[in-house]
């Protein structure tokens, strides 16, 4: 039961809220751990390299990344340029072809890649030995996971790119396979009546555009049915990942630089009702990530009653405030941030804009996880280091610390190991 999820519908007024965060850390002791495997799309199946469930074939997918480096120094030792491809190769085991189909599709991006020189060229055009300022420009491509399992294998793919000025751009596009083929799965094909799933996903995304936090990021608030339209049902302007089918907006698209990419997801449950094929269907951990202003109503703590579930981002700008903007948190109109748990109170302290997400650890019982998910850089490295922490919704309505791992409970190839109090 507690899998069943029901998304309130968004046309609905922004519940206006405000919060503080407060608290202190809380040491914990006699720690424990967990092993949470890798989402493979095959629910309780000892063995997905070569088991058939109902017909279908369960393949175990593995990604190994290769790294691309190219750089350029003139003849005085300064760094013109540098570039760097960060790619998957994909190994299907029993279905080589599928994964050669991918793999050569990746590859045509990588060396499309790697053949641009137009950077480079314009980093030595405009480098003056004479200019002391001068920063090295460069080009980056890089792939990530969002879905990777016997049905489906999904990649974001970002390009980014600094040509001098104040900032670099960047673009991401999606890219999605059949993971019993290999090959690319278009949008008409996500449905067998591709007019009417994309009239019905149109009309999700509209309402998600017309409510408050998507308007602050857009150009004069919501945009017409025509721009949205022309952004999000581009080519290669989505991706399927472990919570739905995300559309992808890129900076000054439909909202300026500071904006960053505006994603579109629309979950799975909502996918079935519009005639989502099921051949495409995620069958595996249950993940749905929070989005601010839009209200979710799930069972967390199995007492059979769903609670509504809310994430908001509130500014305080009154010169008392640790952090200019807090993080609020509410289930069934309580805010749980600031009252229930210290680990929560100084997590969301020191980190006010980690992406919250319900999780399920353990499909064997009766409670679902929220999941907050940090991102820092040690030591000016350019690599994230991503941080999942678990809470737990009690049935007192309390919220209790259930962990940490390394890691990212979005990146569904990850083997995290929770570390329980």
């Known amino acids: ?205 509209r309402a998600l555009a017309d409510i408050p936090s998507y308007q602050e990021k857009m150009y004069d608030g919501s945009p017409s049915d025509e721009q949205l339209e022309a952004v999000l049902y581009a080519e290669d302007a989505w991706f399927l990942s472990t919570s739905g089918l995300t559309f992808i907006s890129n900076p000054y698209a439909l909202g300026p630089y500071a904006a960053g990419a505006i994603e579109f997801t629309i979950p799975y449950s909502e996918l079935e009702k519009m005639g989502f094929k099921e051949d495409y269907q995620y069958n595996g951990s249950l993940t749905v990530k929070l989005q601010e202003d839009i209200p979710v109503s799930m069972d967390l703590n199995g007492d059979g009653k769903a609670e509504n579930i809310l994430i908001d981002f509130v500014y305080d700008g009154s010169p008392d405030a640790e952090t200019e903007y807090a993080t609020c948190l509410l289930v069934n109109d309580t805010n749980v941030v600031n009252s229930t748990n210290d680990e929560l109170n100084q997590l969301l302290l020191d980190f006010p804009w980690s992406q919250c997400t319900l999780y399920d650890i353990n499909p064997s019982d009766d409670t679902i996880e929220f999941v907050f998910i940090t991102t820092e850089y040690p030591d000016d490295s350019d690599d994230a280091l991503l941080t999942s922490y678990f809470f737990r919704y009690e049935k007192d309505g309390s919220v209790s610390y259930a962990g940490k791992t390394d890691g990212s409970v979005l990146d569904p190839t990850a083997a995290l190991s929770v570390t329980v109090p």
């Not at 998957?88 to 793999?103: F, G, H, K, S, T």
């Not at 067998?192 to 999700?204: G, I, K, W």
């Open 1 to 205: 039961m507690k899998r069943k999820t029901i998304y309130a519908i968004l046309a609905a007024s922004a519940v206006m809220l405000s919060c503080t965060a407060c608290g202190g850390q809380t040491d914990s002791t006699d720690i424990t751990e967990q092993e949470i495997m890798p989402d493979t799309g095959e629910n309780d199946l000892p063995e997905a390299d070569s088991d058939t469930t109902g017909g279908q074939q369960h393949y175990h997918v593995t990604l190994d990344w290769q790294k691309l480096e190219n750089n350029d120094t003139a003849e005085d030792g300064m760094l013109l340029y540098s570039g760097t491809c960060t790619y998957p190769v994909v190994y299907i085991e029993e279905n080589q072809a599928a994964a050669d189909n991918i793999n050569a599709s990746i590859q045509e991006h990588v060396t499309a890649f790697h053949d641009d020189t137009s950077i480079q060229g314009f980093a030595r055009e405009n480098y003056v030995p004479e200019n002391p300022g001068f920063i090295a420009y460069n080009s980056d491509l890089s792939f990530a996971v969002r879905r990777s399992d016997s049905n489906v294998i999904s990649f974001e793919a970002v390009f980014y790119v600094y040509s001098g000025g104040a900032h670099g751009n960047y673009s991401t596009v999606g890219l999605n396979y059949d993971t019993r083929t290999g090959e690319p799965i278009s949008f008409t094909e996500l449905s067998e009546d591709a007019d009417s799933f994309r009239a019905d996903t149109f009309a999700f995304n």
